[in-house]
């Protein structure tokens, strides 16, 4: 219990210099800010940069012509898989599912856990709310009209969607499935998509196969068609394993017997190494600067608390104890430092103006945050004990002969 009251006392003490104390704590958060940006970078590997580093997609040459559309059944044929499995080397195949409801809309499949993978929803396109994550959320196009029937006239007043609302599909009312829009996108532009002038909207795969497969639409398989398979690799990226299958994946899709697909797109992996490896090297860079501050301060802690140490030295404290409560001095610096980092970047990218669409990446609850945490805050651990074994390790007769 004295060690905690001693604990306490340290962290509040490490403001009694105030000067110095906010002089570290702006670099701290400096250098906080600067690591989660790098580290972010990684993690867009995994969300809106998927496709340019782990992704092979394969379109349909024409998906709406009435004579070139691909059903499921025929894709599945064309690559010897079915919807759901994996290929050698590849981490998930997608299918990007669609059919047509009526003579004005479309109702496409997308897979919560690669949302990124379809191409035509990236994050740039989000206008409004957010991307559909159950069974009960439905993404819209802008163009989409609802329909606010008057029962007692018998008329149908139609109204742009908006975030919230609840839209209902099915055959009859008897037989109505209610999705509640999540969130609202720009369809493709007109010259990339042809032959298309219906409205969008976009289900998760429960979903889909809940609306097609009940008796809410009845649709067949050969009915559903394909618009585009993305197949997602597996391995690593920091060895360039990912980029070994990416390559390979596409090199196997571009041998598909067919005309009714066009070249698969991709990132070559020469074309990704250098801007992985720059990052890397910035990331490294950042992570050595942060180690070498935080072994800085802590050397000055250790120098302005000698007196202080061999107090506490004579009075029993052991070498580990002392350590302990410089650095709970020296944690306390660095995590109000990496606190403030942290905020400021959340706060820069919740901002509207300083992004394109309604997409929001809540940084603070990612991975980036947690190995921006271990890069920055724990860092001064080692560098603590490298700069102190020395000057703890001195007797306290000797500090104060030396007053």
């Not at 496709?51 to 004579?67: M, N, Y």
């Not at 064309?78 to 994996?86: A, C, N, V």
């Not at 991307?131 to 163009?143: A, F, G, H, M």
Request: overall charge negative; charged content about 20%; proline content about 3%.
């Amino acid at each position: 219990m004295g060690l905690y009251k001693l604990i306490v006392k340290s962290m509040v003490f490490s403001t009694r210099s105030r000067r110095r104390f906010f002089t570290f704590v702006l670099v701290f958060s400096i250098l906080s800010g600067a690591t989660i940006v790098m580290l972010s970078f990684f993690d867009s590997f995994s969300r809106e940069g998927m496709l340019d580093h782990r992704g092979v997609v394969v379109k349909v040459r024409d998906p709406f012509s009435l004579t070139d559309r691909v059903s499921l059944e025929d894709a599945q044929t064309d690559l010897d898989i079915t919807d759901g499995e994996r290929l050698p080397g590849s981490e998930a195949v997608i299918f990007y599912k669609y059919v047509n409801f009526g003579p004005d809309l479309r109702i496409f499949s997308v897979n919560p856990q690669y949302q990124w993978g379809f191409s035509e929803i990236k994050p740039d396109n989000l206008i409004a709310g957010h991307y559909p994550s159950s069974d009960r959320e439905v993404l819209v196009s802008e163009e989409v009209l609802l329909a606010l029937s008057d029962t007692q006239d018998g008329l149908s007043i139609y109204t742009k969607p908006v975030v919230g609302t609840t839209l209902k599909l099915g055959v009859s009312e008897d037989a109505t499935f209610d999705l509640r829009i999540s969130g609202i996108f720009r369809k493709p532009d007109p010259s990339t998509v042809k032959s298309d002038d219906l409205e969008w909207i976009i289900l998760t795969e429960d979903a889909f196969s809940i609306v097609v497969d009940g008796d809410h639409l009845d649709y067949r398989t050969f009915e559903i068609y394909i618009y585009s398979i993305s197949v997602i690799a597996s391995g690593d990226i920091f060895s360039g394993a990912a980029y070994d299958n990416v390559d390979a994946l596409a090199s196997q899709l571009n041998s598909l017997d067919s005309t009714d697909y066009n070249e698969p797109i991709y990132t070559r992996k020469e074309n990704k190494d250098d801007s992985r490896n720059m990052t890397f090297l910035s990331l490294l860079f950042g992570i050595f600067g942060t180690f070498m501050v935080s072994t800085l301060y802590s050397y000055l802690i250790t120098r302005f608390r000698r007196r202080e140490v061999a107090v506490l030295k004579a009075m029993g404290y052991g070498k580990w104890d002392v350590r302990i409560v410089v650095l709970a001095e020296i944690l306390v610096v660095s995590i109000s430092g990496f606190l403030i980092g942290l905020l400021a970047i959340q706060l820069y990218v919740w901002n509207p103006a300083s992004r394109d669409s309604a997409y929001f990446y809540l940084i603070a609850f990612s991975p980036t945050a947690f190995w921006s945490f271990i890069a920055v805050v724990l860092s001064c651990v080692p560098g603590f004990f490298i700069i102190t074994f020395r000057t703890l390790s001195v007797r306290p007769i000797e500090i104060f002969k030396d007053r």
